[in-house]
């Protein structure tokens, strides 16, 4: 393999250098615990402080409803798990949609277990969620509503506005799992009536191990992990400073280039997306053609399985993914797919390219022609494509 190309960027992403020049110190040098009353803290203390106001600042929220965790998932849980605690009184019953992370959906599926009632709002055919079917199950016992902010998979990005404004206008908490949008696309929580937000630092070229949850003051969940007075006694632990330091520069770098590396990437992207959709016979684009992430392009491709596909793309050098990095073990079709309508036998033949600044239209050109000889070698051993051919005359 002479070379490597990796377009697997909603799995995980490069650390930028100046975040891991950013961190360094606080393995070494400022290695104090920022919880400890003696100056040599100090230094730590004030770097958790910096991070925090600049993570708050790329959602337009206060520094003091940041909370760090020790990932996506975590904060996902949190948001869930405390709130059903904390307002189980005013009902038990939450609504999200069917195609969630599963950080989201098997915590959701826990809380059923413990009494809860939990509606699963369907999406359209390009992963959107129904907005009058969601409004339409709100209940006097709802007390959360948690919708993704753009989906991990197909990349289609939901109206969190909208979604917003029906849970303010039914009195209703709001958590979105931003995990695959924070600092990629825009997000103001004070205009999008958000009250609780989940984020990854390495989603954004941060380190893994650190998360954020935003929680809007008078939010009243509880404490997700006791054994401290860490994150104002909400979430005990001794803080990952380094981590948490660099979560903030990544942070800082994402948003100071979001407009340049979105539309960079968008060119890219489209190109993608009409070099297979043109050239690649029975291939479909999965998704929101405009309103998905930059980066993102996920496709089917009729008789072919998409495991023997994407360990021919690995063994040309390029790493690709077929739905989620946390379902690659699972040998079942993407539950995103399905919820969107797609058959099991098409599901499975997916592919989700995925990409950053650091993709060249070379990167692009030389995947969509590999894809096409693998497609091709493929389907060459497929009886089903065979008889299909046979039964449509070639076309």
């Not at 992403?13 to 290695?31: A, G, I, K, S």
């Not at 958590?175 to 695959?180: K, M, P, R, W």
């Not at 993608?272 to 993102?296: C, Q, W």
């Not at 239209?361 to 494509?385: F, N, Q």
Request: net charge negative; aromatic share 6%.
């Amino acid at each position: 393999m002479s070379k490597m190309i990796y377009l697997d960027n909603a799995a995980t992403t490069q650390v930028y250098p100046e975040v891991v020049d950013t961190m360094l110190p606080y393995f070494t040098e400022h290695y104090g615990n920022p919880s400890a009353i003696y100056s040599f803290a100090g230094e730590a203390e004030k770097a958790v402080a910096k991070a925090r106001e600049t993570i708050a600042s790329a959602i337009g929220a206060k520094s003091d409803e940041i909370y760090f965790t020790g990932g996506g998932s975590e904060s996902d849980n949190w948001a869930l798990k405390a709130t059903a605690e904390a307002y189980a009184s005013k009902g038990k019953h939450i609504i999200t949609t069917a195609i969630e992370h599963h950080a989201i959906l098997h915590t959701a599926q826990w809380l059923e277990k413990q009494g809860f009632e939990v509606t699963y709002v369907g999406v359209d055919e390009n992963g959107t969620v129904k907005l009058d079917e969601l409004e339409a199950a709100i209940r006097p016992d709802t007390i959360l509503i948690s919708v993704m902010a753009a989906n991990n998979e197909i990349g289609t990005i939901q109206p969190l506005k909208e979604i917003g404004a029906i849970a303010r206008k039914h009195g209703v908490l709001f958590h979105t799992d931003a995990v695959q949008a924070f600092a990629h696309i825009p997000i103001n929580v004070d205009d999008m009536n958000i009250d609780m937000l989940s984020a990854s630092g390495h989603k954004i070229g941060g380190p893994k191990g650190i998360g954020v949850m935003y929680i809007r003051k008078g939010v009243k969940i509880l404490s997700f992990i006791h054994g401290g007075a860490q994150e104002r006694h909400r979430r005990a632990g001794t803080h990952n400073v380094p981590g948490i330091v660099g979560m903030g520069k990544a942070t800082e770098i994402a948003v100071r280039d979001m407009e340049k590396n979105n539309e960079y990437e968008t060119t890219l992207r489209d190109h993608l997306i009409e070099r297979v959709l043109t050239e690649i016979p029975y291939s479909r684009l999965n998704g929101e053609r405009e309103k998905r992430l930059p980066n993102n392009a996920n496709f089917c491709f009729r008789f072919i399985e998409g495991e023997s596909m994407l360990i021919l793309l690995d063994q040309a050098g390029i790493c690709a993914s077929s739905g989620s990095a946390c379902t690659s073990g699972s040998l079942d079709p993407s539950h995103v797919l399905l919820a969107i309508g797609l058959p099991h036998e098409i599901a499975h033949g997916s592919l989700r390219l995925t990409l950053s600044e650091k993709t060249t239209l070379e990167d692009i050109d030389y995947t969509v022609d590999t894809l096409k000889a693998i497609i091709e070698r493929l389907r060459g051993m497929s009886p089903l494509y065979e008889d299909f051919v046979r039964k449509n005359g070639g076309k």
